[in-house]
């Protein structure tokens, strides 16, 4: 499909904000009274650049990779996703390879704007830019990693499992580009939205790296706790109590012109603790400020593209429990409402606009509680 095919075919899209974010599964659950699939995730590469210290893929990370399956039997797929309003591009680094961007990544894109749906790549933008020009015009949401207040600690983070020494000042480079990445992505009109974590490395200075995000130009800030997620699973656990610390720091500070999309959290509208109940209440009642339900088996698959293995995510404990070769991604769907792990974190709460835990926190945090027992607490 040629740039004017796509543009002729391009439906009009609503902007995305704190009140349009289709990621969210609560806006199909609302819409259609069950949890349905409109979001696909694609991993289209393993390999990186990088090795950080949190990477929740990074045990599947290689240095060369077999072939990926057509891109044409991908496109077949999404194209029986009845309800489909949103695509991810996912890794390693997506676009580590030239190839992947140009024979995978822009079609993909490409087909979004066609279908008139929203599309996002995660990548650690450190690159040539030359790789993301490409990608640009066709893309949404450029999703980052920043959990740093300076080089060097983009350095010790970055490169902390690469198993061989890095410069300092090789790390600066890539620190560098990834600045002037984000800056130029954001000014040719794609949403680069920051993620941070907030882990035992940055719950005391999420202020400032908060302060960075916003100079580099990114439009939404993004800000999830960090799970024990298998390749980052012997790294320190914080508090329920030191995470609410860190949002607190953040809403005090944080510059409430840019989006802030909290995701993740580990505290519902349900909790026994009176003060995780009126910090969601804080953040529902913040401008500009979002908290969004888990996509993960909710309203998003994650497709291998290399083996055509379908997950709840791309970096879950739970096994594929099917493949795109012999099976419609609805019908995978299906199955995996059903099983026991997607019913232990069904529920739904429509006053609280929460549709229940994420897998991993449910493990850490609430092991033995039943959530279908338990409702939201209107104080
Ligand atoms: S939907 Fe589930 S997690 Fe959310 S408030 Fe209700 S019971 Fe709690």
Redesign the pocket.
């Known amino acids: 499909m040629t740039m004017i095919d796509v543009q002729q075919t391009r439906k009009p899209l609503s902007i995305l904000s704190p009140t349009n974010d289709p990621w969210d599964p609560i806006r199909s659950l609302q819409q259609y009274g069950r949890h349905r699939l409109t979001s696909v995730e694609m991993t289209v590469s393993n390999l990186c650049n990088m090795r950080c210290e949190h990477c929740a893929v990074g045990d599947t990370l290689v240095i060369s990779e077999p072939a990926k399956l057509p891109l044409k039997q991908m496109l077949e797929r999404l194209d029986e996703v009845e309800h489909l309003e949103t695509i991810s591009i996912t890794g390693g680094e997506p676009s580590f390879s030239d190839r992947t961007v140009r024979e995978y990544m822009v079609p993909l894109l490409q087909y979004a704007r066609s279908r008139g749906i929203r599309s996002q790549i995660n990548s650690n933008v450190t690159l040539p830019y030359s790789r993301y020009e490409q990608l640009a015009p066709y893309l949404d949401v450029m999703h980052i990693s920043f959990n740093y207040t300076s080089a060097e600690d983009f350095h010790q983070i970055g490169f902390a499992k690469a198993g061989h020494q890095v410069s300092l000042e090789t790390a600066t480079k890539l620190y560098e580009r990834m600045i002037d990445n984000t800056r130029r992505l954001s000014d040719t009109g794609v949403l680069v939205s920051a993620e941070s974590m907030i882990n035992y490395r940055t719950f005391d200075k999420m202020d400032e790296i908060h302060r960075l995000i916003v100079e580099m130009g990114c439009q939404r800030h993004e800000v999830h706790p960090m799970y024990p997620s298998s390749f980052a699973k012997d790294l320190p656990v914080l508090s329920r109590q030191q995470m609410l610390g860190a949002i607190d720091q953040l809403l005090q500070t944080r510059d409430k012109s840019v989006w802030m999309l909290f995701g993740t959290l580990p505290f519902?509208?349900?909790s026994d603790h009176s003060s995780e109940r009126e910090l969601l209440r804080r953040l529902a009642n913040e401008p500009n400020v979002t908290v969004r339900n888990d996509p993960d088996g909710r309203n998003r698959l994650n497709v291998n593209l290399f083996t055509g293995d379908v997950f709840v995510t791309d970096f879950s404990d739970v096994p594929a429990f099917g493949n795109i070769n012999n099976t419609k991604l609805e019908d995978l769907f299906d199955k995996w409402l059903d099983h026991s792990l997607a019913q232990s974190v069904n529920?739904?709460?429509p006053a609280?606009a929460?549709?229940?835990?994420n897998l991993l926190v449910k493990d850490m945090y609430y092991k033995d509680v039943n959530?279908h027992e338990?409702?939201?607490i209107s104080d």
Not at 354 to 357: I, R
């Open positions: 519902y509208q349900c529920c739904h709460c609280a929460c549709c229940g835990p959530f338990r409702t939201a």
